[in-house]
Nanobody
Framework: QVQLVESGGGLVQAGGSLRLSCAASGRTFSSYAMGWFRQAPGKEREFVSAITRGGGSTGYADSVKGRFTISRDNAKLTVYLQMNSLNPEDTAVYYC????????????????WGQGTQVTVSS
């Protein structure tokens, strides 16, 4: 069992930056690939970024490539999402999720989900 708690969301102006954190419980954090997803009002949950268990490989949605960076610190049981050059289309609830293997953007591969953190980008 892995419990995930996101933090770092908030209100930011277009062009600004935020860093999201996702803290995990349990000693098996390094056994899980991690992903970030987001869901805007009235839209389906969409993939943002993912990282392998050791952090050696990452993946990004085209919409965030070059602006967002995923990283993890297995010693701190935490995965991060650095978001730069934010625009209003990035407004959503952001969720982190854990998967036993690297599934990238495949939602069905993720076993554990956090409660989400709201990111609002004003124009």
């Amino acid at each position: 069992q892995v419990q995930l708690v996101e933090s770092g969301g908030g209100l930011v102006q277009a062009g600004g930056s935020l860093r999201l954190s996702c803290a995990a419980s349990g000693r098996t954090f390094s056994s899980y690939a991690m992903g970030w997803f987001r869901q805007a009002p009235g839209k389906e949950r969409e993939f943002v970024s993912a990282i392998t268990r050791g952090g050696g490989s990452t993946g990004y949605a085209d919409s965030v490539k070059g602006r967002f960076t995923i990283s993890r610190d297995n010693a701190k049981l935490t995965v991060y999402l650095q978001m730069n050059s934010l625009n209003p289309e990035d407004t959503a609830v952001y969720y982190c999720a854990a998967a036993p293997s690297y599934y990238g953007g495949n939602v069905a591969g993720y076993d554990y989900w956090g409660q989400g953190t709201q990111v609002t980008v004003s124009s």
